[in-house]
């Protein structure tokens, strides 16, 4: 990264901060964990539809990824190339803002015009990940990705405060109800859009140019070495199938908590305002601590943010601590953003990053299927407040997995005898 210069960093970080802003604004608009939940609950989907949005995100956005990656195993012009796979996403999200905004569907079936535009989304987005992953390589160095990655991400952050308010705003207005979730996801097009045209502006360094030119076979041949080989990978992978417990448990949050304390349905707004602030934070600490002490270090902690986030919902006994809930799970997520992103980056050291992200999503993808249908088997049998004690239990499995049985990747490189 040598032909980058500390001003032309410096202008790659305003503009990934204008990026993140503009995707953190229109995401408050279309939060899994807040706002998607209660509209689908209000539209009527059954309960087992709920609880699988978050974790169907997370297969979904798994399904294309090492299709992606194998099909950007040559690109030579990265900034091209993630401008055209983002604007993939924007089909699907105007398609479904268009139908809900003017034509506003209701009935037993309303829910499944919102459900096919958002499986073609999420999809979308798995295309992105990969491309994405890669183009990031390029705009920012190693040795402090996770400072950079962790002030950009604490601007997605702002973003999404100031979409929390105007979420809040327009489900309280006098638009009816589901037109003002249609407008939601109009709003979250046309900023993502403005998003993808910032691509524009970055300085990109020249390593693609001089990248090898990979076959097929080729590709498939090193993404087998990473699985055989790389035994600290396979390791963290592991951990990671015990904590997709979240995934379900994040579904399960507002509409549990409306159902014990009968919250307006606005109150998702303030759900993301407070997710988003410690999203900020979280994001900014877990950077440095990444950057100073190790990603494993602070990935870890993300994941105990999403453990207490379990602890809050099953002892919820006031609206503080539905707010409380909002706050850790903004704070695992924001600390999950940057030291994910730079676990991907230590893994790989010199390797395609893009092979190693997929593998990640592809491999946690059926792990993620198995925890939405055991949640929704276990949930009637057992109680929603139950099942949140068995996927908080699983959480600290892979916590306690994570901690002491991976090792931090830029301790531990990669060597071919594993």
Not at 78 to 92: D, F, G, M, Q, Y
Not at 122 to 131: E, K, Q, T
Not at 323 to 344: D, K, T
Request: net charge positive.
């Amino acid at each position: 990264m040598a032909n980058l210069t500390t001003q032309k960093l410096k202008q790659n970080l305003f503009y990934n901060c204008i990026h993140e802003f503009s995707w953190g604004f229109g995401i408050a608009f279309h939060s899994t964990y807040a706002v998607i939940p209660l509209f689908l609950k209000k539209l009527g989907a059954p309960d087992a539809v709920i609880i699988s949005i978050a974790g169907l995100f997370g297969i979904l956005l798994a399904f294309p990824m090492l299709f992606s990656a194998a099909l950007g195993r040559n690109i030579r012009n990265i900034k091209k190339a993630v401008i055209i796979s983002h604007t993939t996403v924007l089909p699907p999200i105007l398609i479904v803002g268009f139908i809900f905004a003017f034509f506003a569907p209701t009935g037993p079936s309303a829910w499944v015009y919102y459900y096919v535009c958002f499986i073609f989304y999420s999809l979308a987005l798995g295309v992105i990940i990969p491309i994405w992953t890669g183009f990031l390589s390029h705009v920012f160095p190693r040795k402090n990705r996770g400072n950079y990655l962790g002030i950009s991400f604490a601007f997605n952050s702002i973003g999404g405060f100031i979409g929390g308010i105007l979420v809040k705003i327009l489900l309280n207005s006098s638009i009816p109800f589901p037109n003002n979730f249609g407008w939601g996801f109009i709003i979250l097009g046309s900023s993502i859009t403005v998003g993808i045209l910032v691509f524009l502006l970055f300085n990109i360094d020249n390593k693609s140019a001089n990248t090898p030119h990979k076959t097929i076979t080729d590709f498939w041949n090193d993404t087998k070495s990473i699985i055989k080989t790389h035994r600290n990978f396979r390791y963290y992978l592991f951990s990671r199938i015990f904590i997709t417990a979240h995934f379900p448990a994040m579904s399960l949050y507002a509409v549990y908590t409306q159902d014990l304390f009968s919250f307006d349905i606005s109150e998702a707004g303030v759900f993301t305002i407070l997710q988003v602030i410690a999203f900020g934070f979280g994001s900014v600490f877990a950077g440095k601590i990444g950057d100073r002490w190790g990603h494993k270090t602070a990935i870890t902690l993300s994941f105990s943010g999403y453990l207490l986030a379990i602890i809050f919902t099953v002892f919820a006994s006031s609206m503080y601590h539905v707010y409380a809930i909002f706050l850790f799970l903004g704070l695992g997520q924001g600390g999950f953003m940057p030291s994910a992103m730079n676990m991907v980056y230590e893994f790989a050291e010199t390797r395609d990053s893009k092979i190693y992200m997929a593998l990640i999503d592809t491999f946690l993808a059926p792990f993620i299927l198995l925890m939405i249908v055991m949640a929704s088997l276990l949930n009637p049998m057992i109680g929603t407040r139950n099942l949140f004690i068995v996927l908080g239990a699983l959480v600290f499995v892979g916590l306690l997995l994570l901690t002491f049985w991976v090792k931090e990747p830029r301790r531990r490189p990669h060597l071919t005898n594993g």
